[in-house]
């Protein structure tokens, strides 16, 4: 059993910048894939980035060239830095790992039911 603990919500302005942390039980180095997903009332869970055990990262279109994703297996800790931040990134985000082994041929999918441990969120609120 993996836990999963994010910190580092909280609420900004427009254009301002957050860090995500999550902190593993778990050597994040046996994680195939790691991720941030993040969803707003009434909307679905979506995917926002991810990095490969390989270190491979991808990203949604959405916050691309803004949030980078990475990885400290020192610390079991996985990050997200979010940058020029807009009200359209309010949600809450979660942590999620996929311990089941993946292809090393595709990037780590998107698709929320493709991860086995999540954390319990931590919500980000930006306003205009």
């Known amino acids: 059993q993996v836990q999963l603990v994010e910190s580092g919500g909280g609420s900004v302005q427009s254009g301002g910048s957050l860090r995500l942390s999550c902190a593993a039980s778990?050597?994040?180095?046996?994680?195939?894939?790691a991720g941030w997903f993040r969803q707003a009332p009434g909307k679905e869970r979506e995917g926002v980035a991810f990095i490969k055990n390989n270190g491979r990262t991808t990203y949604a279109r959405s916050v691309q060239g803004r949030f980078t994703i990475s990885r400290d297996n020192a610390k079991n800790t996985l990050y997200l830095q979010m940058g020029n931040l807009g009200p359209e990134d309010t949600a809450m985000y979660y942590c999620?790992?996929?311990?089941?082994?993946?292809?090393?041929?595709?990037?780590?999918?998107?698709?929320?039911?493709?991860?086995?441990?999540w954390g319990q969120g931590t919500q980000v609120t930006v306003s205009s």
């Open positions: 778990t050597d994040t180095y046996n994680m195939y894939c």
């Open positions: 999620a790992a996929r311990t089941r082994a993946y292809s090393a041929l595709y990037d780590c999918p998107n698709a929320p039911r493709e991860y086995d441990y």
